[in-house]
């Protein structure tokens, strides 16, 4: 049994996280191996906490058990933690604690910021014994994951969506990766970045990457048509509007890159989030370059992705960019920043994408592929062909059920 | 030129006009310059006095002249040396706030010396018409589509492009910044872990108490002034961002 451990799930729970999980479970379930989810009632971590609270602690979902997908879910009521960040059943039971003065009081309060559950870990405690058991945890920065894993370190395994963000080098995160069995990574850099930051041995790191759906199609021209776009060279980006993900900085450059050629082409922008168009750099003389999409219904997306002529990721931190490899595999090639790893790596690999690190690299990539549909064709067609045969889910669930130990049904 | 040939009129009387543009533009240019030269000199004056003041200090020299003054110098030592537990902690909230006030106008101000570039060139260019074009470099198809020559083809003409300062790229992180920072607190929590600095802080708690008449109203003051400061900026922000799309507007349509 393969038990995914999460904050979050379900049907109408948003994050990168979430959906992973669900196709991850959604997969094993279906090649027959026998799978459940362990999550609290909260929604997502988009939501708002209990007053006082944590982000996503408000009940969403009904505890106890459901199915999503025929696959078992148990849900658990969130708690606090302490004022020192320690969960109610460690306090109780302070033989389960580490010792902790090795952390700083801030990485323990970061975990107490965050959702947790005791009587998700009473569960854990419960089942930490039985040998047919395999935890997987994630993401890593919760507390869901860090106490999860320290209950049943033998049985536990971290499905990290790491990124090089400050809190990845937190003493705890490191502590809890050691006592894990294992880590699973989405990609090559950031199973490199974890040897890195934790000095984790390489047989203790799978790269078992992640799917998307294969079978979705976009059409261009209904997207062209439907935002009156003609045959305009469109660019896109696609994600969170956090400064995270670099939108700032897209703007900018695309302001700078129409100043001094004229204007050639257009920037469309679809997802939702946090951050203000305006605090991004909009303003409303960008109008006429910039189209705002907002948040697109799932057609709409690859349709969207299908009439660009180049998706932009300038994003910094990703553990996998699902966004990139929906945009490839409808043949749309892909520049990406040369300082983000992964998205890096991706495009090296595939040669479906190629890198920049300043304005002057960013304006000629522009350049080269707006004058050369061919060479967009070509590039498109690479980025396509490297997700087919590294982003189909029975794969990526097979690695993973081999990783953690289970046996398949046949 | 031919005696029975008729001077072209019209063509005599466009370059006249183009003279007379030309004249007029000039005299406006330094006339605006003149006043831009003002506020540029009074930025300038601004962001000096930034550095001179920003640092609020709890500890400037004691000195008395007579025997008198010199007593009361030694007791007010002591006291102001007793007191650097409660002080200087507010001092030094208040610094981090001025430091990221400063750098944020800082930045403010070199954000508009590079707006004042990009009108200065396009009114340049409104003068003296566009050289010839170079030739594109995004024109001639490479040879070799392997994503490592073409990484290096984007190396080498992105290290021709000239370089794009984006002055308002280094502000946009600190409106959050400031507001982080704008909320100086009087009343951060005193504890000890051994008998004797339990004691410690028991006393302080009550010794700050007791101050709190005089310590808070400063306090919210200067709060008062930080969120006033801290409002400031994105409003400013945006009006930088519009002025900066239009100037790219403009600039493409050149």
Same mark, same amino acid.
């Given at each position: 049994m393969i038990t995914l451990v999460l904050p979050w799930f379900g049907p109408e729970s948003a994050g990168g996280a979430?959906?992973?999980?669900?196709?991850?479970?959604?997969?094993?379930?279906?090649?027959?191996?026998?799978?459940?989810v362990w999550a609290s009632t909260g929604q997502d971590s988009f939501q708002p906490g209990v007053a006082g609270w944590p982000y996503g602690t408000r009940p969403y979902y009904p505890p106890g058990h459901s199915l999503v997908d025929g696959v078992p879910v148990w849900r658990f009521h969130a708690t606090r933690a302490d004022a020192q960040g320690l969960p109610r059943l460690f306090a109780l039971r302070p033989q389960l604690c580490p010792d902790l003065s090795q952390f700083a009081l801030h990485e323990l309060r970061l975990l107490g910021s965050l959702l947790g559950s005791d009587q998700l870990y009473a569960?854990?405690?419960? =089942?930490?014994?039985?040998?047919?058991?395999?935890?997987?945890?994630?993401?890593?920065?919760?507390?869901?994951?860090?106490?999860?894993?320290?209950?049943?370190?033998?049985?536990?395994?971290?499905? =990290?969506?790491?990124?090089?963000?400050?809190? =990845?080098?937190?003493?705890?995160?490191?502590?809890?990766?050691?006592?894990?069995?294992?880590?699973?990574?989405?990609?090559?850099?950031?199973?490199?970045?974890?040897q890195q930051l934790y000095g984790l041995p390489a047989e203790r790191i799978v790269v078992t990457g992640e799917g998307i759906d294969l079978h979705a199609r976009g059409d261009a021209?209904?997207?062209?048509?439907?935002?009156?776009?003609?045959?305009?060279?469109?660019?896109?980006?696609?994600?969170?509007r956090d400064a995270s993900k670099n939108l700032p900085l897209l703007l900018a450059y695309l302001r700078e890159y129409q100043a001094r050629r004229g204007a050639p082409c257009r920037l469309a922008l679809m997802g939702a989030g946090t951050l203000s168009m305006e605090a991004a750099g909009y303003a409303s003389a960008l109008e006429p370059w910039v189209l705002d999409l907002g948040f697109l219904d799932a057609q709409t997306k690859q349709d969207a992705y299908a009439a660009a002529d180049i998706f932009v990721q300038p994003s910094l931190h990703e553990s996998f960019s699902i966004v990139l490899m929906e945009a490839w595999l409808q043949g749309t090639p892909a520049l990406v920043h040369a300082d983000c790893a992964v998205t890096a790596d991706h495009a090296q690999r595939s040669g479906g994408g190629l890198a920049w690190r300043s304005f002057g690299e960013f304006a000629a990539a522009l350049d080269l592929l707006l004058a050369h549909p061919d060479l967009r064709y070509?590039?498109?067609?690479?980025?396509?062909?490297y997700v087919l045969a590294t982003c189909d889910w029975a794969?990526?669930?097979r690695r993973t059920a081999a990783f953690v130990g289970s046996c398949l049904k046949s | 030129m031919q005696h029975n040939e008729?001077?072209?009129?019209?063509?005599?009387?466009?370059?006249?006009?183009?003279?007379?543009?030309?004249?007029?533009?000039?005299?406006?240019?330094?006339?605006?310059?003149t006043a831009l030269g003002a506020i540029e000199r009074e930025l300038q004056h601004c962001a000096e006095q930034l550095e001179i003041t920003r640092v609020v200090s709890a500890h400037w020299p004691l000195e008395g002249?007579?025997?008198?003054?010199?007593?009361?110098?030694?007791?007010?030592?002591?006291?102001?040396?007793?007191?650097?537990?409660?002080?200087?902690?507010?001092?030094?909230?208040?610094?981090?706030?001025?430091?990221?006030?400063?750098?944020?106008?800082h930045l403010l101000i070199e954000a508009h010396a590079d707006l004042r570039d990009q009108l200065a060139e396009l009114q340049r260019r409104e003068l003296a018409p566009p050289p010839h074009a170079p030739p594109d470099p995004g024109q001639a198809r490479p040879h070799d589509t392997a994503t490592e020559q073409l990484q290096a083809l984007i190396e080498r003409q992105g290290r021709a492009e000239v370089r794009a300062a984006l002055p308002d790229l280094g502000l946009r992180p600190w409106p959050l910044r400031l507001r982080e920072l704008a909320t100086v607190t009087a009343h951060w929590p005193l504890v000890g872990t051994t008998p004797l600095t339990k004691a410690r802080a028991l006393a302080q708690r009550v010794l700050r108490q007791y101050l709190r008449w005089m310590i808070n109203p400063i306090v919210e003051q200067q709060n008062g002034a930080n969120a006033a400061i801290h409002a400031a900026l994105p409003p400013l922000l945006a009006a930088d961002g519009e002025l900066r799309a239009r100037l790219a507007a403009l600039r493409s349509r050149r």
């Open positions: 979430e959906t992973q999980a669900r196709a991850l479970a959604q997969s094993l379930h279906a090649l027959g191996v026998p799978v459940r569960a854990i405690l419960a =089942a930490r014994h039985d040998p047919d058991n395999r935890f997987i945890f994630l993401p890593y920065p919760f507390p869901t994951t860090f106490w999860g894993t320290l209950l049943a370190p033998a049985h536990s395994y971290v499905l =990290a969506c790491l990124h090089d963000e400050p809190y =990845a080098r937190y003493r705890t995160y490191r502590f809890m990766l050691h006592q894990a069995r294992g880590m699973l990574a989405n990609s090559h850099p950031e199973a490199a970045l974890a021209a209904r997207f062209r048509q439907r935002y009156h776009l003609g045959d305009q060279p469109l660019l896109l980006f696609a994600g969170r070509s590039l498109g067609q690479r980025g396509r062909a794969t990526v669930a | 008729a001077p072209d009129v019209a063509v005599i009387l466009e370059q006249l006009r183009h003279e007379l543009r030309a004249q007029r533009a000039a005299q406006g240019e330094a006339d605006a310059s002249r007579t025997l008198y003054q010199r007593g009361w110098v030694l007791i007010n030592k002591v006291v102001r040396r007793a007191l650097r537990w409660y002080i200087n902690p507010i001092v030094e909230q208040q610094n981090a706030f001025n430091a990221a006030a400063a750098r944020s106008l």
